[in-house]
């Protein structure tokens, strides 16, 4: 099978189309031919092992220390057709068009890959009825993190709720569930996002080449900073008493304060990782099949120019989310 091998840390040029071994699905697992997959920032992230120190090493030590051991292959969303499937599975069958993550054990960004029916780490969902398989594949990051962090945030109707980095595969997501929760959404992104911010239905937008929120006066009810570039403190100014700040890409210095502040105040502060759960996927697929959360896509490469994906995610230009197609287009 064609798949994109992940060779060395580097740019994005060190992500190489190759043939590699089609794997064989074991009792529990199924083998997924892959439709379409995603880039994200997080994806670029971990290709050039550009994160804080403090992940950095660990991710070195479990990955590679001078370059990913192995075959590593890279992606983590996924929307296709199971093609095989072992003796043990029972909820999954044959034919079924499905969409999930496959967590911290990557693979996504080829022909084929095997999951097992009910993964530790992912999730796998029988695709909404309503959504294409590049639809799909958007889901399982940007919308299980957006669910995971708005619902510890305990949205009541009538709420204020900013979202730091709407415009990302996260935000577009996360706008469109605060205000299913029924809250009063502002969106902060830049200029090119925002028509497309409208176009969702966002509330409220700042652009943030031209204004500071932090610096309006306004306060909010919830505060969710999707992308960590903002002042720590500021936000928490801008955090109405009672209020409640999601940090979904904190650094080490902000997690420090956020304990302190949860302790010394009465605003929270939540840092944590989102667990991929068969559960938020299936809440969402009711969501999208009820026409409440749609999806993003700026833009759709082959899985061979998967270098150019990851070069233009790199830019921060990117609205929503970028799709990479794998063989011919073929939606259910």
């Not at 944590?272 to 999806?295: P, R, Y």
């Amino acid at each position: 099978m064609k798949a994109i091998v992940w060779t060395r840390y580097g740019p994005p040029e060190v992500l190489q189309l190759r043939e590699v071994p089609t794997p064989t699905p074991q009792d529990h697992e199924v083998l997924i031919k892959i439709h379409a997959t995603t880039v994200t920032a997080g994806d670029c992230e971990m290709r050039n092992l550009s994160l804080p120190l403090w992940i950095r090493l660990p991710m070195r030590i479990w990955i590679g220390l001078l370059k990913p051991r192995g075959t590593t292959i890279p992606g983590t969303e996924l929307a296709g057709e199971i093609e095989a499937a072992g003796k043990d599975v029972q909820r999954l069958r044959v034919g079924d068009p499905v969409f999930g993550s496959s967590g911290l054990k990557f693979g996504t960004c080829a022909e084929y890959m095997c999951l097992p029916e009910d993964p530790d780490e992912g999730a796998l969902a029988i695709l909404p009825s309503s959504m294409t398989f590049e639809e799909a594949a958007t889901v399982p990051f940007g919308g299980t993190e957006a669910l995971h962090f708005l619902r510890k945030a305990n949205i009541q109707p009538g709420h204020k709720v900013l979202i730091n980095g709407a415009g990302g595969s996260i935000g577009t997501f996360a706008v469109q569930l605060a205000q299913y929760y029924g809250a009063e959404v502002t969106g902060v992104d830049t200029t090119a996002k925002l028509d497309m911010l409208r176009a969702i239905g966002t509330d409220h937008i700042i652009d943030y080449t031209q204004e500071d929120f932090a610096a309006s006066g306004a306060t909010y009810d919830v505060i969710f900073d999707t992308v960590g570039k903002r002042s720590f403190s500021r936000c928490l100014r801008a955090l109405k008493p009672g209020g409640c700040l999601l940090l979904g890409n904190p650094r080490p210095a902000h997690m420090l304060r956020a304990l302190w502040a949860s302790a010394t105040s009465s605003k929270r502060v939540i840092f944590e990782m989102a667990s991929k759960k068969l559960d938020d996927l299936l809440f969402l697929t009711e969501l999208v099949e009820a026409g409440t959360l749609t999806t993003v896509i700026d833009r759709r490469y082959p899985l061979e120019q998967i270098a150019d994906a990851h070069r233009y995610v790199e830019t921060g230009q990117k609205q929503g989310h970028v799709v990479i197609t794998v063989g011919p287009r073929a939606d259910p």
